[in-house]
């Protein structure tokens, strides 16, 4: 029945627990919750989601962590429903001792939003203690002439529960001697004394077995039981009295082991084994036990464990003293400890940013942490620091907790990652201080463009290079790191002679190697311009370009080109005529060759490879010239082949030929006659077809002639007013240096300069006449702005010898030529050139008719072929480009 009874309010016990485990509160941004102690892991406290309004993003996220404060983790935190659960095993007593409420606070930070909640745990008592008693036997000698009314000490019970929970009662066996007083001390504390109610008869009864029960006030009642025994002795009238009443202490926590703190003395007036007094602790926790010791016969309290001020600063101890007959007495020693900075600050980094980009405003938070020290006072404040070469600073937020955040701007570049240093220095003597680290790295930003390492790249390459030959590569650094240091090059959209340049150009897109797609020709193009673009992988990417300049390098691959004497197109032989009488040294002609090379490749050198008479010509090694070495004499031939060897100064020199055919005469019509002579043989046909050709060029010749004639005469009268009026002789003030005379051909010039521009790459000549270098010869005339006659001729003698001369004025330049010498030019380029065409047209005739004659003409019309003269070409040569 009364089994059943303890379970019925064991039941109700825990049902009073439960309802009070749901009751929270928030008071000043604090959540209050509060449960009973003894509970198991996995018991519901609170839902924290629900009561933070947080929703489960935030908490699948890993975005809410508990901060929890003390050694032991009593509360975790389940990610899934947002419960706050039991982690640990609370014991209320391990925890709080005796103190009335137990509160536990731990910390909720929300990452996101990076605030803290207070969270305050109160452990609630249950009655999971019974009274038990430090001695649960105890030997009592009481003298037989001990007086009714004497007290004595029974021993004290303990009772770790608080409240209702505590010790509430006390209980005695009964008997007829003994009786119990329970009293209360300073503390709060209960305890029971025996009390002698009735003399004691040794020889009645010399033993009494009592038993002395606590009782507390939970529910259910927890009980404890010490045994007294009690032998009853003769007497023993004074009882031990210590020196004083209270031993109080101060001990520094750091005292060594073996220590002595305290000496408690008593003393005992009595005699024998009644005066010999031993000591021995009569009140002490389980804790202070193994720290303190006491010698029984001296009364020395030394340290036998470690003191540790942070986990109690004051130990109560009771000393009881008790002499040979069982009579004690009691004292109380107050040990307190005195703080020692003996630990160090905890530095606890609670949220941690390992990466920040470089772009990060500034005030973006790095990391928070919490600092604290286990000692008190000065010993426990402490001071956080950072070195001052890092772009953070530490900002307090309240209590112990620093925020970590940048004070300036970050540059990956300069510094890719800092290792920070977080000191925590408390202000005791001497300080203790606690350093942390972690690296923080600097995520990259695409900032910086690619740099090539030159502002301009100058390369080379020989011409004829084979088709993928590489050419040279250029090099581009991004100070960035990873995809935004990764720099793709390419080649600028361009053309190259209206072809695009990619098809010469390629360029590795990794490595920036330049390759040539195709063989360049130097006399084609002796330069490429282009552009190449470096190209990083950020987004958005960023580029630079550079300019490169790639030169071809000319090799020899060109042989010499004869332009003078030029191939025929026609099957002829050019000629060339020398008079007889020329004296050595006369120009005969002049070979004129180039080579599209350039350089050493292009110089050119002349030498007489093959001729008809050895040593009757020499050749100029350098100007291509051929003179007459000596006279001629009546045995050497009418015509004269030359072959000159045309070689360039290239390696391998290449060279070309060039064969001349020189005709020795003294005047035209022995030139016409040898000519005629160096015909094939003579056959009716082709003598017509010359008397026709000179037939036909004499009658061109004298119309050419009538009408300059005309033109003269009709233009004479109208310039004669001007040409005379002067008081001076026509033309005498002109300078003899401004007529021009070439072997009785005279030409009157106006001063003029020219510009000659031979281009080896067209092939072709040009000659220029600036009009700006044009000046009038005649003294005092100046140009006039209106417009003359456009073509003016005027017959003169101004020789000595009466020779006549035809003057022409064309577009206002004055031409003074031999009237012999310009028939003479019109024989030999107008009548044999003439000829030439209709022995080609017979030619080709004869060939439609199936003439199967081999040496036709057409075999020897190459015989007529003539070259102008250098003596020729001075005369002609004006008066063609004027035209």
Known sequence: MILWKRRSKKSLGLLRCFTFLFLWEAVAG?????????????????????????????????????IAEGRTKYFALN?????????EKVDREEICGRIS??????????????????????????NDNAPSFQVEELELKISEITSTGSRFLLPDAQDPDIGSNSIRSFQ???????????????????????????ILDREEQAVYNLVLTAIDGGDPVRSGTARIRVIVEDANDNAPVFTQSVYKVNVLENVSIGSLLVTVNATDPDEGMNSEVTYSFRKISAKASDIFQLDSKTGKVTVTGHLDFEESDVYEIEVQARDGRGLSARTRVSLVLTDVNDNAPEITITSLISSIPEDSPEGTVIALLNVRDADSRENGEVTCSIPGNLPCRLQKLFDNYYSLVTDRALNREQVSDYNVTIIATDRGTPALSTTTFFLLKVLDKNDNPPVFRQTLYTSYITENNPKGAPIFALKANDADWEENARVTYSVAEGQIQGTPLSSYISINSETGALYALRSFDYEQFREIRFQVQAQDGGSPPLSSNVSVTLFILDQ?????????PSFPTDGSTGVELAPRSSEPGYLVTKVVAVDADSGQNAWLSYQLLKATEPGLFSVGLHSGEIRTARYFVDKDALKQSLVVLVKDNGQPPLSATATVTVVVADSIPEILSDLSSLSAPVDPQSSLTLYLVIAVASVSCLFFTFIIVLLALRLRRRRNSQLFDSSSVILGGVPVSQFVGIDGVTAFLHSYSHEVSLTTDSRKSQLAFPKGSCSNTLTGQQPSEKSGPFLVAEVSNIHADDQVSLQVSFLNQTFL????????????????????????????FNQAKGSSDPKGPATHSGQYTTQILPKHQAVVNPLVSKI
């Open 79 to 87: 990610l899934q429903n947002g419960y706050l659960y039991i982690s």
């Open 556 to 564: 020899n691959d060109n042989s010499p080109h004869i332009l003078h």
């Open 101 to 126: 409420k137990c509160l536990l606070q731990l910390k909720i930070f929300i990452q996101e939003e990076v605030k803290l909640y207070t969270v305050e745990i109160e452990i609630t008592d249950i």
């Open 30 to 66: 604090q959540i209050h919750y509060s449960i009973p102690e003894e509970m198991q892991k996995g018991f519901f406290v609170g839902n924290i989601a629900k009561d933070l309004g947080l929703d489960t993003k935030t908490l699948l996220n890993g975005g809410v962590r508990i």
């Open 817 to 844: 030529f031999d009237v012999e010498r310009l028939i003479s030019w019109c024989v030999l380029y107008i009548i044999v050139p003439v000829k030439q065409q209709f022995i080609l047209y017979i030619n080709e």
């Open 172 to 198: 005695f066996s009964s008997n007829r001697h003994f009786s119990l007083d329970v009293q209360m001390g300073a503390d709060g504390a209960k305890y029971a004394e025996l009390v002698l109610q009735k």
